[in-house]
């Protein structure tokens, strides 16, 4: 079943950046708005970002002023620019959108 595909994630220390893609290899964004998800350690899987078909976005209250969605349309690829990493941030990070699978997802871990 065809999926959203995610990269760039990587160890990193607090106060780094990182630059996460999720690559539609057929049509999928078209379902709708594509969420960046987090999945902590022994945590549920939380929402931090969002972007809509009008490339209107939204935010998790915690990554506000660090994290930013953002979409190529050419290139078939939404982004999620990380600033400021924190050691909360550590997670396995999904890309979403509706009716479809969800994927492998990228690991990020922040720690010094």
């Known amino acids: 079943q065809v999926q959203l595909m995610e990269s760039g994630g990587g160890l990193v220390q607090p106060g780094e950046s990182l630059k996460l893609s999720c690559v539609d290899p057929?049509?999928?964004?078209?379902?709708?708005?594509v969420g960046w998800y987090r999945q902590s350690p022994g945590k549920q899987r939380v929402l931090v970002a969002a972007i809509t078909v009008r490339d209107l976005t939204d935010y998790a209250d915690s990554v506000k002023g660090r994290f930013t969605i953002s979409r190529d349309s050419a290139k078939k690829t939404v982004y999620l620019q990380m600033n400021s990493l924190r050691s909360e941030d550590t997670g396995v990070y999904y890309c979403?959108?509706?009716?479809?699978?969800w994927g492998r997802g990228t690991q990020v871990t922040v720690s010094s």
């Open positions: 057929g049509s999928l964004f078209s379902n709708g708005a």
């Open positions: 979403k959108v509706p009716r479809v699978p």
